[in-house]
């Protein structure tokens, strides 16, 4: 079946990066997309960036000067990097699986990474 | 960007009838769709496309509306559907809704 799962630290210092890791089975990364979706705590989402099935990628213009997202299909692992992290970066991290047509929405997601950003 | 506008909270009683509504700053055709979260876990699909009933949702759920204005209605609304309510469009760029937190009295 198709899972998703989230790994990296739980614990980054400011202006560290952070690199997450979502590791895929049940389906190819070379047929569908993934987004990073982020949420602070008691908040809402916030959509990160997006690798598409075919490599290209889309970042959110708040994020984008810091942020970098790439794949590893032969590990069916999409990684996200982002640098210059601050405290308002606190949140949970998840990555969902994109599906897509005439528009596109997220229909598996992981169970998502807690990440606090704190010296 | 297109703003997403949800109500903040609703309270409902089991066995009512619950309308959540999302309106979006601009048009975005049919391409609206709706997700659960229960507190600790994962958002999860309910109703893709506006008004189509993603695989496994109880049919209690339904979605509806095209252009700017969407509803999603829970009838007959059940105790497990204690959760907060999530609208997500992506026919202009991507957007989430700020949410709606459901409780069952």
């Known amino acids: 079946q198709v899972q998703l799962k989230e790994s990296g630290p739980g614990l980054v210092q400011p202006s560290q990066t952070l690199s997450l890791t979502c590791t895929v089975s049940?389906?190819?990364?070379?047929?569908?997309?993934v987004i990073w979706v982020r949420q602070p705590p008691g908040k809402g989402l916030e959509w990160m960036g997006v690798?598409?099935?075919?490599?290209?990628?889309n970042y959110n213009s708040a994020l984008k000067s810091r942020l970098s997202i790439s794949r590893d299909t032969s590990k069916s692992q999409v990684y996200l990097k982002m640098n210059s992290l601050q405290t308002e970066d606190t949140a949970t991290y998840y990555c969902?699986?994109?599906?897509?047509?005439?528009?596109?929405?997220?229909?598996?997601w992981g169970q998502g990474v807690m990440v606090t950003v704190s010296s | 960007d297109t703003v997403l506008t949800q109500s903040p909270a609703l309270a409902v009683s089991p066995g009512e009838r619950v309308t959540i509504s999302c309106r979006a700053s601009?048009?975005?055709?049919?391409?609206m769709h709706w997700y659960q979260q229960k507190p600790g876990q994962q958002p999860k699909l309910l109703i893709y496309?506006?008004?189509n009933l993603e695989s496994g949702v109880p049919a209690r759920f339904s979605g509806s509306g095209s252009g700017t204005d969407f509803t999603l209605t829970i009838d007959p609304v059940e105790a497990d559907d204690t959760a907060t309510y999530f609208c997500?469009?992506?026919?202009?760029?991507?957007?989430f809704g700020s949410g709606t937190k459901l409780e069952i009295k």
């Open positions: 969902a699986r994109i599906r897509d047509g005439t528009y596109y929405y997220f229909d598996y």
């Open positions: 049940g389906f190819s990364l070379s047929s569908y997309g």
């Open positions: 690798i598409w099935g075919n490599g290209n990628t």
């Open positions: 601009e048009s975005v055709s049919t391409g």
């Open positions: 496309g506006a008004s």
């Open positions: 997500q469009q992506s026919w202009n760029d991507l957007t």
